[in-house]
């Protein structure tokens, strides 16, 4: 699967209240409502400027704080293809992973915002085409990978009854 | 190996797990609130399949109630559809609801060595009574709800020897800002803490809930203590017969190792905005508060009331401080009355919520507006996590909090007026 996008630049520490806040989770289950709040403390264009198929680049720890899966989801209806950061917190992962939305570990320092960037998940590779350079990840274990093609664990489910994961 | 590896490997039906390895774990208790339980029914429904198991399967409405509002009101009518459908034995609604994790223990639904999960990230709670308990999304729910299984990635852990015993206003929110002031945010991520040291004896059971309930601001995967006569006591107290169950630390289970002297830690405080950015009371800036709250999944238990009341007895709040009382569950709501402690609270100028998690995340009954300040017992203070973006959040343990309430700055309570 080679993935291919504009990148958008955050900091470290984007926590799950900063990727859609908690004025707007709580109000609907309406996620492509919620979708155009996404970043909004951040960056309130990001919406606005995000096109389908971009990638956030973030620092460490990016999905932080709480367990709600209305973060990668929100996301997710907002045309992002994916994450990459330095490192995720765990709950977040889990959930990025579960709902079908790929959360890269790479070393993200060099990317800058706008960049075009290439990304084979199968390979662990990524490429900024700005910078003509490739940066060191860590590719998805076998069985993330497999619940990201079939777009999430639930669908991952319901296509194979149960998940083993070993 | 770890304690929390030990608990996972014997629920994956193996001898032992190494850190790094992916497990299917077999799981005792599936929890769920009135936020992330009608995302985790959506996805439930679509695999067509009953709960694996309606006694081990606990939904809580305790976020937005009383219901904040007409979002809030259909997502709880929908999660109470759900549970009486499927016949949820431990469905918590109206005067029954306590904040999830006050409540789960003190209904007798957490046992040591048992594993719980959660879809909310303070489940990590239950591990001061023995349990292995973590948080997972709405997704990672709806499967356990189907299954009774989750994956896991067997955690390395880090021993952290407490020793000691805490001085006065000093107690387990102390100890755990400490932690996650020297470990920051995302220091533990992925790992297990594990409490073990003889200091361990002088934090109440109570104390040890509020340190387990933030081992996530750390970025841990669970916090876990011993199972040791206060616990065990505890338990039978609501009906659950253990026995004591030691850590037994073996030098190849842990990547690492922390010690805390609790007799030299000052009371703490996280300033705005991450839990990490502790400092000792002494050193907080004399900021204008606003807004104190006590309760919360972190510090709403009996031991938190008891501090407050001591410490506001015969006391009034400042002009223009709102001071909020969460006590956390029915039971801990009672006894605060019958113990008197709402006539103090009253006299002192405090408003009594009834249980709800309501203005730690900025939901209801406590919202703050641009500029303005609280000091919160709660156990986050992400910008606007209380409201407006443009306000601020101080975290401290109930003496503290309560201290300030009255002078109307954050005040260490040892020099109280």
Known sequence: MLLKGKAHRFGDDVNTDYIISGRHKFKTLDMDELACHVMEDLDPEFYGRCQEGDFIVAGKNFGCGSSREQAPLALKHAGVAGVLAGSFARIYFRNSINNGLPAIVCDTTEIEDGD??????????????????????????????????????????????SLKVS | MSQSRRILAVHAGRESVSPGELIDVGVDLVLANDITAPLAI??????????????????????????????????????RRFALEHRIEHFYDGGEVGIEHVLLPEEGLIRPGEVVIGADSHTCTYGALGAFATGMGSTDIAAAMATGKAWFRAPEAVLINVTGKPGPWVGGKDLILHLIGVLGVDGATYRSLEFTGDGIAELSVDGRLTAANMAIEAGAKNGLFPVDRPVVEYLEGVGVKVAECALEPDEYGYVGEMSVDMVSLPPQVALPHLPSNTVAVGEAPRVKLDQVVIGSCTNGRMEDMRVAAELLRGRRTAPQV????????????????????????????????????????GGHMGVLASGERALSTTNRNFTGRMGHRESEVYLSNPAVAAASAVSGTITDPGELR
Request: aromatic residues 6%; negative net charge; hydrophobic residues 40%.
């Open chain 1, 116 to 161: 075009e960037l290439e990304i084979d998940l199968e390979a662990g590779m990524v490429r900024d085409v700005t910078k003509g350079i490739e940066l060191a990840s860590s590719p998805l274990p076998k069985v993330m990978l497999d619940i990201l093609s079939e777009g999430g664990l639930v669908e991952y489910m319901s296509r194979h009854g």
């Open chain 2, 42 to 79: 959506e996805e439930f429904n679509k695999l067509g399949v009953d709960v694996f198991d309606k006694s081990r399967v606990v939904l809580v409405l305790d976020h937005f109630t009383p219901n904040r509002d007409i979002a809030s009101a259909e997502q709880c009518a929908f999660v």
């Open chain 2, 322 to 361: 709102r001071l909020i009382i969460i006590p956390g569950s029915p039971r801990v709501y009672r006894r605060s009355m019958e113990e008197g402690l709402f006539d103090i609270f009253l006299d002192a100028g405090a408003v009594i919520s009834p249980p709800t998690c309501g203005p730690c995340l």
